[in-house]
């Protein structure tokens, strides 16, 4: 058993409501397939390149398999895979990836909001609660993420939350069917006097529900 694993994060509210994030499961399978095929032209620009076509890919069939998977990842406490909730809605999903402990104690943070709940501080809420919990719960003590420099609204998503810059990543990810550039972003737990979901109330972009 891994510490962190599976737990509920929130609620908190921003503006397009109230926002929760909580373990995938079987049964999210419609919604995940019914949003990812939707929002193909939303997402596709911003993702690793897939090796089946996006509607093959993201059919409801395949959610069982895949989420089996994310889940047994989970267990051997490598990825914490989350579905974002908005006013108990599946509207997304936020990973925490890549866990390495011993001496780094670092994972990557990466997500996804339906474009119709865009705007209103989902994925800013999202990610808050999931920072938190990682440096918490889960006991790291750097996260970072990766994103592309022209992804101008994950790029203020990540600044909100208090990620810094750290470089350039030429070529970094085959993203869109191309080796795209990517910027690093990090953050430690030295970097935060509180907590992340605190920061975000404090500046009033949320509130405790
Ligand atoms: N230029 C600059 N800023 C923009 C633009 C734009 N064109 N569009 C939106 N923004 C800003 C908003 O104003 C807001 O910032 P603010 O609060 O300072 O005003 C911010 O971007 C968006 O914040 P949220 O509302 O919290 O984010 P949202 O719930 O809309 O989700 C997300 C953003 C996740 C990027 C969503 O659009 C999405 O899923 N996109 C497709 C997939 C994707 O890009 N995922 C991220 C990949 S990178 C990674 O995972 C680390």
């Known amino acids: 058993v891994h510490p962190g694993w599976p737990e509920k994060l929130g609620p908190i509210r921003v503006a397009a409501g109230v926002v929760t994030v909580r373990p995938i499961r079987l049964r999210d399978a419609s919604a995940w397939s019914r949003l990812r095929i939707r929002d193909r032209e939303h997402l596709e620009p911003w993702e690793p390149t897939g090796e089946s076509p996006w509607d093959a890919r993201h059919h409801i069939t395949v959610w069982p398999s895949l989420c089996g998977s994310l889940r047994s990842e989970a267990r051997k406490g490598r990825i914490l895979p989350w579905v974002i909730e908005l006013d108990g809605n599946y509207c997304g999903q936020i990973t925490i990836g890549n866990i390495v402990r011993g001496a780094l104690r670092s994972a990557w943070v990466g997500y996804w909001v339906a474009s119709d709940v865009t705007g209103g501080g989902v994925a ?26 022209e992804n101008s609204s994950s790029r203020a998503v ?13 070529r970094y990810l085959d993203v869109d069917g191309q080796w795209r550039d990517h910027v690093l972003v990090g953050m430690t737990i030295e970097e935060i006097p509180t907590t992340v979901v605190d920061r975000l109330v404090r500046s009033g972009r949320a509130s405790w529900v």
């Open 124 to 149: 800013t809420a999202a990610v808050a609660l999931t920072l938190d919990h990682a440096f918490s719960r889960v006991g790291l003590h750097r996260v970072e993420a990766t994103v592309r420099p």
């Open 158 to 170: 990540l600044h909100n939350v208090g990620f810094r810059e750290e470089g350039l990543l030429r």
